[in-house]
């Protein structure tokens, strides 16, 4: 089993910033790849972006590329998510993911294990 404690969430204006931290614990060594995702109210949960587990190769949605960044810190086993240039419509419940079999994956059903979710609220 793998153990996932997000932080980081808050409030913040338009064109701010904020950072989201994932840490891990348990049997990391099992994982291939972490992921973000995030669900507005009455919409389906969304790529954000993913990071190979044992690489640090990157991957992120058209929505965020070149505002958010995923990042890792090894020696913790923590993942974040900085999120920069923040829109209204980034507005939702942030999760992240841990997936222990496909390192490539979009889709929510591909990953294992989901932190409990932080809330993202950009104001305009």
């Known amino acids: 089993q793998v153990q996932l404690v997000e932080s980081g969430g808050g409030l913040v204006q338009a064109g701010g910033s904020l950072r989201l931290s994932c840490a891990a614990s348990?049997?990391?060594?099992?994982?291939?790849?972490m992921g973000w995702f995030r669900q507005a109210p009455g919409k389906e949960r969304e790529f954000v972006g993913r990071i190979n587990w044992r690489y640090s190769a990157t991957y992120y949605a058209d929505s965020v590329k070149g505002r958010f960044t995923i990042s890792r810190d090894n020696a913790k086993n923590t993942v974040y998510l900085q999120m920069n240039s923040l829109k209204p419509e980034d507005t939702a419940v942030y999760y992240c993911a841990a997936a222990s079999s496909i390192s490539y994956s979009t889709t929510p059903g591909s990953y294992n294990y989901w932190g409990q979710g932080t809330q993202v609220t950009v104001s305009s």
């Open positions: 348990g049997r990391t060594f099992s994982l291939v790849a």
